[in-house]
């Protein structure tokens, strides 16, 4: 798939690709170049680290952290 890169280094990513990598507006990526080649991988928040390593039973404690989040 090609795209064009824009006045300023910018560069939009189609929704297709944004879906599949789960990707949305305001959330961080991490960019690296490896053999010539650009990559982009979506930086995981706290919240998506957390998950599954500990056990919350607190709901309001869970709804904090992910409205820290934001």
Do not use: F, H, Y
Not at 38 to 55: R, W
Request: glycine share 8%; aromatic share 0%.
């Amino acid at each position: 798939m090609e795209v064009l890169v824009k006045k300023g280094g910018i560069i939009e990513l189609p929704s297709s690709i944004l879906s599949e990598i789960n990707l949305c507006e305001g959330k961080r990526v991490a960019l690296s170049v490896k053999g010539g080649e650009l990559l982009i991988k979506p930086i995981k928040s706290l919240t998506d680290q957390l998950i599954g390593s500990i056990k919350l039973d607190d709901q309001k404690l869970i709804e904090e952290i992910i409205e820290s989040e934001d």
